[in-house]
């Protein structure tokens, strides 16, 4: 599950830092990351949901930590009140952003995964199939 998290901070990094397309990707980059990253990450057998709850609390987990550290440093480097409180009121909404978003595209990757495990299944056991 780590390594599926670690792909999809990288994912949400790189559609960042693209300059043409950030304007377009970065609002979506957590829905992109959820979907793409949740492949990495094994399925014991688990509900699409729980395993996309799961999934998407761990990156806004690793997304929470990468952002405190940057509201730590703006607090730090501006001595002014009103950077502090919009650095960590950003914190928290980008935080929130990117583990409710997460979990939509790490959800919808896995019940399409299962939605098409299922239709395999039935074709396999139809007579002549």
Do not use: K
Not at 105 to 114: C, E, N, V, W
């Amino acid at each position: 599950m780590l390594v599926g998290v670690l792909i999809g901070l990288a994912i949400m990094v790189g559609c960042f830092l693209i300059p043409i397309a950030h304007f377009v990707l970065a609002p979506a980059g957590p829905f992109i990351a959820g979907y793409w990253g949740i492949q990495y990450a094994p399925n014991p057998g688990r509900h699409y949901a729980m395993h996309g709850l799961i999934f998407g609390s761990l990156l806004g987990l690793f997304m929470g930590i990468v952002l405190s550290g940057m509201a730590f440093l703006l607090t730090a480097l501006f001595d002014d009140s009103r950077v502090a409180v919009l650095a960590w009121l950003g914190t928290g909404v980008f935080t929130l952003y990117t583990g409710s978003m997460g979990t939509m595209g790490a959800m919808f990757y896995t019940l399409r995964d299962q939605q098409r495990a299922q239709q395999a299944a039935e074709q396999q056991s139809e007579p002549g199939g």
